[in-house]
């Protein structure tokens, strides 16, 4: 499986954008779906994971009520919207695959991850 995230860029503080992440396989549909950010110099955290039928979401504390993650299994691709972007949510995100239908927040149960795709937010 491979997955190709995109949508990144420079925004200004309070703007939105939406990174979308499309996997190469029809198995997409059978397994959760995560998105992770690293910012330079710390480690990858946890930012959203969505079920295999879009029926479960759990976000990160500090992206809760401004991130929403989707998918559109039909088209093999999840999607993160992001509104009220802050200077702290600059980093490279990293979309993954999970082994399960249900994903979880540690990096460990991710089977397959995309390239990355660089946010970057100004104050």
């Known amino acids: 499986v491979q997955l190709q995230a995109s949508g990144g860029g420079l925004v200004q503080a309070g703007d939105s954008l939406r990174l979308s992440c499309a996997a190469s396989?029809?198995?997409?549909?059978?397994?959760?779906m995560g998105w992770f950010r690293q910012a330079p110099g710390k480690e990858r955290e946890f930012v959203a994971t969505?079920?295999?039928?879009?029926?479960?979401?759990v976000y990160a504390d500090s992206v809760t009520g401004r991130f929403t993650i989707s998918r559109d299994n039909a088209k093999n691709t999840v999607y993160l919207q992001m509104n009220s972007l802050k200077p702290e949510d600059t980093a490279v995100y990293y979309c993954?695959?999970?082994?399960?239908?249900?994903?979880?927040?540690?990096?460990?149960?991710?089977?397959?991850w995309g390239q990355g795709t660089l946010v970057t937010v100004s104050s």
């Open positions: 396989a029809r198995t997409f549909s059978n397994n959760a």
């Open positions: 969505i079920s295999w039928n879009s029926g479960t979401t």
């Open positions: 993954a695959a999970a082994y399960r239908a249900y994903g979880g927040t540690y990096p460990r149960e991710y089977r397959y």
